[in-house]
């Protein structure tokens, strides 16, 4: 397990990472925490021809609040600090109960947000979250800055938006209004595994119980992170016991999941139907509390 | 017993002496040494396919990488080695590099030395097979299916082993009984991933022809005939060195030989010390594995769930070649196949099976898991059949207290125990009938609640003479005999005093370090950490014998006896030399504090004067006094002769028992299983470190647990692996160790001067079971296989409940 030869570049500002990757072109990959490339190089699954190692750029590890509705998080940000800046601030505890569920304390302490959104792994929490808050990244390269929506940047399996030198700089996360219900579960097998169904929830009731606002994403259940668009038909509606299991039924009936090794395909669309009914159950109790909650599936 | 005049340190939960270097960082493990200069590096060229010819082999191309030393390919190895002496008569050649065909994937098929790992891996890459694919046989039913590929030719079928046996009136008792209950079983291979991968260094010194190598090897060091025999030299031509600090086996490293007959060769050939570090890839995928046993159990039971006669058929997939010590998980319980009970008529027929699979070996359990998995099951099948609680029918049938010694009708003598008070301790402690009103009352939601629980004998210091039972007793005429359980210890002081301890059980990580210096203090009367053990096992150093080495829960049995033993024979030297300054007779003296002691007076007669003058004043000693304090001793346990005409065989020195009781609640809707609460209780005898049992317990426990729930080696039909990383294979973390409660009873073994008995491995035996009798009394169904996965466990829900949805909750 030993890495294929390879160049290694550590550009010190964003403006070197861009010319780096310009110049390296298709055969370069970022190293940002390393919890995914290093292992696949190390097992020549990936053999870049150059590493552009992007940790000296300290100005993407800034986490900021430019208002009440956004968080930026700089590609740098490790995910242990982004948690432990969500445990401060009780609008982010969305963000807390998600990333505890990323890998472990120590991986979290290595891994990145931009690296877990630019390597797009079906399962992975955080591309859930951000296609559930909705939001946007910010793409540097020699050419300039583009901004991708969240819908727009996960195409397929660990692919994105991202184009050949291009950088990934910032990701914004948009935040649902105060009193809103937040709610994050997902199953795995064991604790720290991908998920085999991730499940984000965002949802406002009136005080008649009646659904005002929601959204739904969904981990697992296909190439991409799914952002349910049936959410918005049950807007105007009283969320009852009934209406969340014939929605959770819906739910699944819509998708197409992946078979694998740990779960069927029937399994998988099961899980989502338990889950989506379990955190809109939990989101139903939530709301009206500021504070988010989690659980197990 | 007392085993000291003075201060008793055995039995004291003293801290592991091995722990400061450890925790500290400093403990050198065969990947920290270099032990030779110019050492080179290994990478070794594996197959892809699980069963192909070898076309051709062109190294050409990577031979001339720069940094590239030499190449060795199964050419060499035909031409230099000799195939490994099997524990089976049939003929199956196996070699540490395969010659015309492999028959695995990830066998290795050549070996790259280099100046560094890396530039041997991409040299790896570039020496071209080219294989011819064979038609796969990637399973029991597939190697058994009519017309399915032979693995070996000259053997002409897939079975390389097959013995059945009968015990007591089998047939009339089965005939007689009133039902017949049969069930079938499947235990799924697995592995015990140690934090440490193997590793080889290997050094062939051309002057004299004599190896060295160092190697994280933990015996059986029956193996080490093995060794030579391969490599064609006199057992002292080949010098093992196993570094004192191993990153822990669980049995896995046993198969770390191959790899030293292979890397040995490979330095003797290319001309330059060879080290070569096992990736955790290729430990997935090609270093050993436990067997995937079939069992097809009968019963002939009575009304009242007594087993009046017990039949079963094992087959277990034994991997592309039967590797010594295998088919030893087939015969290392043959002495205690019936359990903690008494039944007195028996059938086993014993199959092993070639199939295109990493070879087998040695884990943690050995044998135990894969047989109590079924007959633990099978207790809980005839409790259901029959309407009656589980307990009630393993109280029916266990071992009566009055019994022991109990003589097993495959010839296992359980030494000691009380098996009836073990399970009502347990079932006390889990508050079984509590739990059961519980479960009554439960409302029909998605989560079920459910408990079992597993009765174990768990047997300790194997009998090198149980394998024989794979040859017939007319076979057997024909061969050598092999019986016993010999462990080995030195204990010797030098001139100022110091007392220095090797010991031959090559641990990996246990405590064996500090259990011997507890040993040590209490028989010599000093301070245990004043006791320098050496933990390093040498050929050339260390006392030792085939049985030595860190397996089958030896060390409380046979290590520790003979470091008693040994210390014993420095105590009676030191005691008569002191006879001699005191002019008092030797039984009227005691060591303690250091000292020579009569009676209660301290005669302030150190021990570092006796030893002192064993070295500086020989002419002053006792006559007939050798001068020096070096004392060897090798212990042998008693009554473990070889298999008898019947074939029956004590296949264990002595025998422990535990009763594991778990509550599980299971949600129907995802398929989780949540350990509410597990319960072990041990008879292990004396312990003679309780800090060091309970990490031995937990430890087995939650491997048992991972093994029952999250850990297996899935193949596909072509014989490839699919989890092949830690992202697919299920160990398990801190976050997965459910609460665990712990209950002790003591009854000594009469068979060994401390009175212990191993308890490492009970757990890795019962979990399983006891999970999958939790599981299945939840839902209501028969569990037969393992590891317990949400999706196994989901779609047994669905079975058990025959609809399509369950409600959400």
């Known amino acids: 397990m030993k890495p294929a030869p390879f160049a290694y570049w550590r550009p010190e500002t964003v403006d070197e990472a861009c010319w780096a990757l310009a110049e390296a072109g298709a055969d370069a990959k970022v190293l940002a925490g390393g919890q995914s490339l290093l292992p696949m190089m190390n097992m020549r699954l990936a053999r870049p021809g150059v590493v552009v190692d992007i940790n000296a750029l300290s100005t993407l590890e800034a986490i900021s609040r430019p208002d009440a509705s956004t968080l930026q998080t700089g590609a740098l940000v490790r995910q242990r600090a982004l948690e432990r800046y969500a445990a401060a601030d009780p609008a982010l505890q969305l963000f807390r109960h998600a990333l505890a569920y990323v890998g472990h304390p120590q991986t979290r302490n290595r891994g990145t947000v931009g690296g877990s959104i630019a390597h797009a792994d079906p399962a992975a929490e955080l591309p859930v979250l951000l296609t559930a808050l909705g939001g946007r990244i910010t793409l540097l390269s020699r050419q300039g800055t583009r901004v991708v929506s969240a819908e727009a940047f996960f195409q397929a399996p660990f692919v994105t938006a991202v184009e050949t030198g291009e950088l990934l700089t910032q990701v914004e996360w948009f935040l649902p209004p105060p009193g809103s219900a937040m709610v994050f579960r997902e199953f795995a097998r064991r604790r720290g595994d991908f998920a085999l169904v991730a499940v984000a929830a965002v949802l ?17 259940v296909d190439g991409v992170p799914r952002a349910v668009p049936a959410a918005t038909s049950l807007v105007g509606l009283p969320l009852d016991s009934s209406i969340i299991a014939d929605f959770a039924a819906e739910v699944a009936r819509s998708l197409d999941p992946p078979a694998d090794l740990h779960a069927p395909a029937e399994f998988r669309r099961e899980l989502a139907r338990v889950l989506v009914a379990r955190v809109l159950e939990d989101a139903r109790r939530q709301v009206g509390h500021v504070a988010g909650e989690r659980g197990e599936g | 017993m007392t085993t000291t005049d003075g201060s008793n340190w055995i039995g004291r ?19 920290d040494l270099e032990p030779v200069p110019g050492i080179r590096h290994a990478a070794i060229v594996r197959s892809p396919y699980a069963h192909a010819r070898i076309r051709s082999i062109d190294i050409d191309r990577a031979k001339h990488i720069p940094g590239v030393v030499g190449i060795v390919t199964g050419a060499d190895v ?42 041997a891996e991409d040299a790896c890459q570039e020496v071209t097979v080219e294989y011819e694919p064979l038609p796969v046989a990637a399973g029991i039913e597939a190697a058994l299916a009519p017309g399915a590929p032979i693995l070996h030719e000259r053997a002409g079928s897939n079975i390389a082993n097959h013995r059945t046996f009968t015990y007591g009136d089998y047939e009339r008792a089965l005939a007689a009984a009133s039902h017949r209950i049969t069930a079938q079983f499947r235990y799924s291979r697995y592995t015990p991933t140690p934090i440490e991968t193997y590793g080889v260094i290997a050094h062939f010194e051309p002057g004299t022809g004599d190896y060295t190598v160092w190697a994280n090897f933990h015996g059986p060091f029956t193996l080490h005939p093995v060794m030579a025999q391969a490599l064609g030299v006199p057992g002292h031509k080949l010098r093992l060195v196993v570094p004192a600090d ?52 009968v019963g002939g039971v009575t009304d009242d769930g007594r087993i009046v006669a017990l039949g079963m058929v094992q087959y277990d997939d034994v991997g592309a070649y039967i590797r010594p010590p295998e088919p030893a998980t087939l015969y290392r319980v043959h002495g205690n196949l019936t ?45 259901h059949k029959l309407g009656l609680d589980p307990a009630a029918v393993r109280r029916r049938n266990l071992i009566a207290a009055d019994r022991f010694p109990y003589r097993t009708v495959s010839g296992g003598v359980y030494d000691s125990g009380n098996y009836p008070a073990v399970l009502d301790e347990a079932l006390a402690l889990a508050d079984y009938e509590g739990f059961r009103q519980e479960q009554a009352a439960q409302s029909s939601g998605a989560v079920r609640l459910g408990i079992g629980m597993a009765c174990v004998v768990e047997p300790s210091a194997s009998n090198m003479g149980y394998l024989s039972v794979t040859y017939t007793p007319e076979e057997r005429q024909r061969v050598l005999p092999k019986s016993g359980a010999v462990a080995a210890a030195n204990v010797m002081m030098d001139p100022l005093g110091g007392v220095t301890v090797r010991i031959d059980t090559a641990p990996e990580g246990q405590g064996h370090e500090t259990v011997a210096q507890q040993i040590v203090a209490d028989v ?75 009676g209660g007076a301290d005669t302030g007669v150190s021990i570092r004067r006796l030893a002192g003058m064993a070295h500086w004043h020989p002419e002053g000693l006792p006559d007939g006094l050798e001068p020096g304090v070096f004392e060897t001793a090798y212990f042998k346990l008693p009554g473990l002769p070889p298999p008898d005409g019947e074939d029956r065989v004590n296949s264990s020195a002595v025998y422990g028992f ?6 599980v609640a299971v949600d129907r809707e995802t398929g989780r299983v949540e350990v509410l609460d597990y319960v072990s209780v041990h008879d292990a005898g004396r312990l003679l470190n309780p800090s060091l049992a309970r990490g031995q317990i937990l430890g087995g426990l939650v491997f048992g647990l991972s093994t029952a729930l999250h850990e297996e080696l899935v193949y596909d039909q072509d014989g490839q692996l699919l989890t092949g990383t830690f992202l697919d294979y299920g160990v398990p973390t801190a976050a997965e160790v459910p609460p665990i409660r712990l209950g002790y009873r003591v009854t000594p073994s009469p068979l060994t001067p401390l009175g212990a008995k191993g308890l490492g491995e009970g757990n890795t035996m019962s979990a399983g079971a006891a999970l999958a009798n939790a599981v299945s009394d939840a839902l209501g169904i028969e569990v037969e296989t393992l590891p317990l996965s949400p999706a196994r466990v989901w779609t047994l829900a669905r079975q058990a409940s025959g609809r399509e949805r369950s409600p959400v909750v």
């Open chain 2, 658 to 663: 535990l009763v594991d009781v778990v509550k």
């Open chain 2, 339 to 383: 359990g903690a009970y008494d039944i007195r008529a028996l059938r086993v027929e014993n199959v092993a099976v070639l199939t295109n699979r990493v070879p087998t070996g040695l884990v943690r359990g050995y044998g135990g898991p894969q047989l109590y998995f079924a007959l633990e099951r099978f207790m809980d099948v005839v409790a």
């Open chain 2, 78 to 119: 035909e031409r230099e080695l000799k195939p490994f002496p099997l524990a089976v008569p049939a003929p199956v050649d196996y070699y540490p590099l395969a010659r015309d065909k492999v028959r695995y994937v990830g066998e290795p098929v050549a070996v790259v030395v280099a100046d560094n790992r890396y530039v």
């Open chain 2, 246 to 297: 191993v990153g822990g086996s669980f049995g896995a490293k046993s198969a770390v030989y191959p790899y030293v007959v292979l890397m040995a060769l490979t330095a003797r050939l290319l001309g330059c010390p060879v080290k070569w570090i096992e990736d955790r890839a290729e430990h997935m995928q090609s270093s050993s594995s436990a067997t995937e046993r079939l069992t097809d159990m």
């Open chain 1, 204 to 220: 406002r009731l009136d005080q008649d119980q009646r659904v005002t606002a929601m959204r739904l994403g969904l981990g697992g």
């Open chain 2, 13 to 31: 939960a003293l801290p592991r002496a091995e722990d400061e270097r450890l925790l500290r960082g400093a403990g050198r493990f065969i990947a």
């Open chain 2, 524 to 598: 010599l009367g000093v301070e245990p950490r004043s006791v320098r053990v050496v933990g390093e096992m040498d050929t050339h150093a260390v006392p030792w014998s085939v049985a030595s080495g860190s397996y089958s829960s030896r060390f409380a049995v046979a290590g520790a006896s003979a470091i008693y033993q040994a210390a014993h024979k420095v105590r009676q030297k030191l005691l008569r030399i002191a006879a001699g300054i005191l002019h008092r007779p030797v039984d009227e003296l005691t060591l303690r504090e250091g000292r020579v002691w009569v």
